[in-house]
């Protein structure tokens, strides 16, 4: 059996993640075989997983990180949100159910035996699993049925580190105040704490490192300086959408709508780093620029009100400018399904029951159906001849004179969908622009000159880095000496 610790927050987006990722990464260089798992995440950033089920985005990155196929045991609980007060929720990688806020509260304690159950099932393979909490323990509102934090830690006998970040500022007074809203039971779970995204010289914290230490009653085991490759890495979810900007400085301008229910927006990572090019998120409130050479649409966990949202920002009137003007469009899943004719979801799977027209711009109808498509997916792009890859995670079935002319070829079927001006196509392919031959051709229609960016080469040295970086910044074997062992 594996030893097992937990990384727990002072809040959310404190880098919880990109730490779990970092240490994977290291401790597999060490020669352990290292799982990631957390037992609840709320993001729609979801992927496909070796075993047919689909869990968190940044779990699948933690485990590349780890050198092991993503599990849909590393992320047994997966709620991804459809409205404002409700989530579609996914039990180890199936769909269970959707349900509203209160609902969920008042039934999650039932979804803490399947999280021990795959968290057993990981340490029975493992040497060392690195827990990821959510939020923050300090929300002690929450704490009856919690399995996302301190509910979890003892329920499984995992013991935590606490992480804040500095940047923020206040950090001392997160990490004590956190101590000083938990139970003793609970707060005795924390064995050490962490102060991460330090801007500067780190030995300038030498006296908050102390403070903290008599303030908490434990051992600070690092401080880690800002890691700027981070940008290189997927976003866990979409609070990094709020204060992004644009990316690059190329030439050739892309835009993507920020839209209300955004899914798997790490599709576009690769643009980010194209020198080419410069990515721009549109936010709410913003028009489309007149500028730009590619207007994407991406995916969405709730079509139908996305499209709502769209409209409302005036974007399909913008889209439709953009087309006139000879600018070209691409959508992305749930943004394939609006650039159709229609979108029909009978049975309200993502919403209450109806149908909404859609954006016209390719001959094409969606009908949202119960089954959902999971799958890893390899094929060909129809319009240059080069192979992609990438993966399909939807509901619904597209059909319509516009799938003649399909996107690309999967095998002996067709995916997606292009206009006969060839400037507007819709694919069900999450991921296919990390392909870099794919997406140099693909950008070399627009205007983008060919570059040399190797993505996936990218990542894992972003991975490497994130290692090291780590190495020289906390004391891994202290770090490893806390973790505990996990019994059967």
């Not at 002690?140 to 500022?169: E, K, S, T, W």
């Amino acid at each position: 059996m594996a030893r097992a610790i937990m990384l727990q927050g002072t809040g959310s987006d404190v880098g919880k993640s990109l730490l779990a990722a970092g240490l994977a990464r290291a401790f597999a260089d060490r020669g352990l075989k290292v799982s990631p798992f957390k037992p609840q995440n709320m993001s729609n950033n979801a992927a496909v997983t070796a075993d047919g089920g689909e869990i968190g985005r940044a779990q699948a990155l933690q485990a590349r990180a780890a050198r092991i196929a993503p599990s849909v045991h590393m992320n047994p609980v997966l709620l991804k949100p459809e409205t404002a007060t409700g989530a579609q929720v996914i039990v180890q990688g199936r769909r269970h159910a959707s349900m509203g806020a209160r609902q969920y509260f008042r039934a999650r304690a039932q979804f803490l035996a399947p999280a021990l159950d795959s968290f057993r099932c990981l340490a029975r393979e493992a040497d060392l699993v690195i827990v990821e909490g959510a939020g923050s323990p300090a929300e002690v509102n929450l704490r009856q049925g919690d399995l996302a934090n301190m509910g979890f830690a003892q329920a499984a006998g995992v013991p935590a580190v606490l992480v804040g970040d500095i940047h923020r500022g206040g950090v001392i007074a997160a990490l004590a105040g956190t101590f000083a809203v938990l139970d003793q039971t609970d707060a005795a779970m924390i064995r050490a704490t962490l102060v991460n995204n330090f801007h500067g010289d780190p030995s300038l914290f030498e006296d908050g490192v102390r403070i903290i230490e008599a303030k908490t009653g434990v051992p600070c085991l690092g401080v880690v300086p800002h890691y700027p490759a981070a940008r290189r890495l997927p976003a866990e979810d979409a609070v990094a959408l709020e204060r992004a900007g644009a990316s690059g400085t190329g030439p050739v301008r892309i835009c993507a709508l920020r839209l209300s229910r955004i899914a798997n927006f790490d599709d576009l990572d690769p643009l980010k780093l194209e020198p080419g090019v410069t990515l721009t998120f549109v936010q709410p409130g913003e028009a489309i620029p007149g500028d730009a050479a590619l207007v994407i649409v991406p995916g969405s966990k709730t079509t139908i009100a996305d499209l709502a949202f769209l409209r409302g920002e005036g974007w399909d009137i913008d889209l439709a400018a953009h087309v006139r003007r000879g600018g070209h469009v691409l959508g992305l899943c749930g943004g394939y399904q609006m650039l159709g004719r229609a979108v029909h979801d009978p049975q309200g799977y993502e919403g209450p029951p109806g149908s909404a027209a859609g954006l016209g711009l390719l001959d094409v109808e969606t009908t949202l159906t119960g089954d959902k498509t999971l799958t890893a997916v390899a094929g060909t792009h129809s319009a240059t001849g080069q192979p992609l890859t990438g993966y399909e995670i939807h509901l619904g079935r597209t059909t319509g004179a516009g799938t003649a002319r399909p996107f690309a070829r999967i095998g002996d079927r067709a995916d997606g969908a292009v206009s006969a001006s060839g400037r507007v196509a819709g694919t069900y392919l999450h991921g296919c622009l990390a392909s870099d031959g794919f997406r140099r051709a693909f950008l070399g229609a627009i205007g983008v000159a060919p570059g040399h960016l190797a993505f996936e080469a990218e990542v894992e040295a972003a991975l490497d880095g994130l290692a090291a970086h780590l190495e020289a910044a906390i004391d891994l074997d202290r770090f490893l000496n806390l973790a505990a062992q996990i019994s059967d």
